[in-house]
């Protein structure tokens, strides 16, 4: 099966937004074998998108619309599907009450504005949007699937993963298509590559590779699909295995596992606490941590201490320290691991300080120098990375690292 | 003149890349009022290419092709190119000749693949990449512009701003626009529309009206382009003050400002300076304001109080309050408020407490019940929302309500 994505709105057009909804739905397909040949982005305009509809299903048997819909756009896309499905608009009741109901849970009053968005296409067939107020719609023409949703991502997202996805499987679509990711941390493509050449030689005919960047993190990604798949995933389980055990000084999971879900897990295992001490992060470690539901478990606090008095009223660095070496050393990160373990009383900690910039740099320091400790009481590791010159990429950089640090800390000690 | 854009790439398609590329493109020939009408993506595949120039050089006069370019890919492109142009291959001896010096320059052996890449076609007219080493093509067919360039994000934008953009100006293309975008926050997309419908009607004759909603943020963008641009603008100027004043209450800016930046600005204005104490957003909120180049001048640091230990013993939160309300109630984030201020001696404290999900809910209080105070050591100010289902989106929305709290004090008492 083919499928093709139609994204609507001038927002895209004029680059206010980057269209980050494609790349979702492509990953998601990606998954259960269903390729994306296309993606195109028309106007909120009625005949734009009547001809945007024309051209991707031409080539494609499923096309997903996203954006489009809200209060203010509606009117447009809903008279071009009147027009590409040759139907009418009626009141679609049932949304509407759902609608209701909830806004009269949050006291918000529904007005005649919220009443005209449930004037909706006849032909439709609606599935429930549990993170918004504009349903997904399905309409069948030619033997081709339309699946339209709204333009919010986290709303894109939903609909596609818990309503769409469970619908093709219903109906018997994609192939059968099998994954398995290892999730490494540390160490860069290039080197992951060379690191495994010789377990991949001759193997990688019938199954695939494909190696998945970001910010210090690689997803190593084996595909099997096509005939014998039993036998393909048996084969590819195996080599999985040995690429595991060859990278286990990087690797801290497998498939959709987070870095900090992994050491959430690894902290509850072993029945440890942590508390943490950021600064130049200014608070992105403390999210990354406890954007893992029951993180509570494990996580005691955090001090965000941007200033130099906070470092030394509330972590106990010494003014010498700060004077002497700067906010931005070793032995700061080393002081404020150690006050944050005596202020949390937890068993671990972690402390992070650099230059995030852009201002800040010095030829000594330059913008992107960033100093990191974990430790317990007893014992600390302490590491320094060089990042680049973009204030945000630099925080979430310092992130990653810092949480690896933390990972290889957990391993060695514990 | 209409423009559409093409990129070629698997690696979108599968999700693994997003498309950056087409908003910058959108952005800067809109500012020089060239409209994008189309966005289309194709795989690297030559027949896909071809009916990919033949749809969007349908509908434009400029076709801009990024990506499909280098090493790897180079052949399917370049035959795409030739067969849609009826060109044929030459070697382009000064194309190699600058490339050559280049490597020469870097001690880098120029081989045999290198020089695969320098025949091209022979209708093309060459435009120096100073970023990287595939140049820029122009071809011109049927009287239309199509410009190709590699998918490199900074190598694309080199030739975009540089190459490209001077070319079409001398060559006298492009209208004047102009943008002018209002930052709203805390009021819905609806009620917005609502509130200033009057202003506006009889006024989207001459410019145009655009709402951007993203997680409790709407961006209202006014659009005035064609003749008598002047006298067009001097009105949606006027419309543009009429809509600030009627939506004071929720306006927090103009075009590409930040919500986090715009309260900065204000807390160095006047001299105010903050401290935080966070509990369900983990951090986040200390991340929204320290994302803020220059944010050290005002923040002085924060408090992640995961644990009751931690409200009792840094922020002095009275274990009577946790016990009689629990940990998310407005006595709680009051203390958590006073706290605050006490710890960090700061102008004013902001403080959070809620259930992200997706455990930890109950009757009384479900999932998403955040509570948020803000205040100085003499008054403060308290607001509970309730938000969804999901922990991710939850900290979000809290971060924003948060913030426009904090927002909403500053105007109010300073």
Not at 159 to 178: A, D, S, V
Request: aromatic share 8%.
């Amino acid at each position: 099966m083919k499928a093709g994505i139609l994204t609507i709105g001038d927002e895209i057009l004029i680059g206010q937004t980057i269209d980050t909804n494609s790349a979702v739905i492509g990953k998601n397909l990606n998954k259960i074998g269903v390729d994306i040949n296309q993606i195109l982005s028309v106007a909120d305009q009625k005949k734009e998108i009547i001809e945007g509809l024309n051209y991707i299903s031409r080539g494609s048997d499923l096309v997903l619309i996203t954006g489009g819909l809200g209060p203010t756009k509606d009117d447009i896309t809903k008279h071009a599907f009147i027009d590409f499905f040759e139907d009418k608009l009626i009141f679609a009741e049932a949304q509407y009450d759902r609608v209701k109901q909830l806004f009269n849970k949050r006291n918000i009053n529904i007005t005649t504005a919220h009443e005209e968005q449930f004037f909706l296409p006849s032909k439709a067939e609606f599935f429930l949007n549990e993170m918004g107020t504009a349903p997904g719609m399905l309409f069948r023409k030619d033997g081709k699937l339309f699946f339209s949703m709204p333009g919010v991502p986290y709303e894109m997202e939903h609909l596609l993963t818990q309503r769409l996805i469970p619908l093709l499987r219903k109906e018997g679509i994609g192939n059968e298509i099998y994954h398995k990711t290892l999730l490494t941390v540390g160490c860069g493509e290039t080197a992951l590559a060379e690191k495994i050449e010789d377990i991949l030689r001759g193997k990688l005919e019938d199954f695939s590779i494909a190696y998945l960047p970001s910010l210090g993190t690689v997803k190593i990604r084996l595909t099997a699909k096509g005939v014998n798949l039993s036998s393909t995933i048996s084969r590819m389980n195996d080599v999985f295995s040995q690429l595991e055990e060859r990278l286990s000084d990087f690797t801290y999971g497998e498939d959709e596992e987070s870095l900090p879900g992994h050491i959430g897990n690894s902290l509850i295992e072993k029945k440890l606490t942590l508390g943490i001490a950021e600064s130049c992060t200014g608070g992105h470690i403390g999210h990354l941590i406890t954007s893992v539901p029951g993180s509570s478990a494990y996580f005691e606090g955090g001090v965000i201490s941007y200033s130099y008095a906070q470092k030394r009223e509330l972590l106990n660095v010494k003014s010498d320290t700060l004077i002497n070496t700067g906010a931005v050393s070793e032995e700061t990160v080393i002081e404020m691991q150690k006050g944050a373990i005596n202020l949390f009383k937890t068993d671990l900690s972690l402390s992070v300080s650099g230059i995030a910039g852009p201002g800040g740099g010095t030829p000594d320091k330059p913008v992107g120098t960033i100093w990191m400790a974990c430790g317990n009481k007893d014992e600390y590791r302490t590491k320094k990375v060089i990042a680049g010159k973009d204030r945000l990429k630099n925080m979430e950089y310092a992130g990653v690292q810092a949480l690896n640090l933390l990972r290889q800390f957990i391993n060695e000690v514990y």
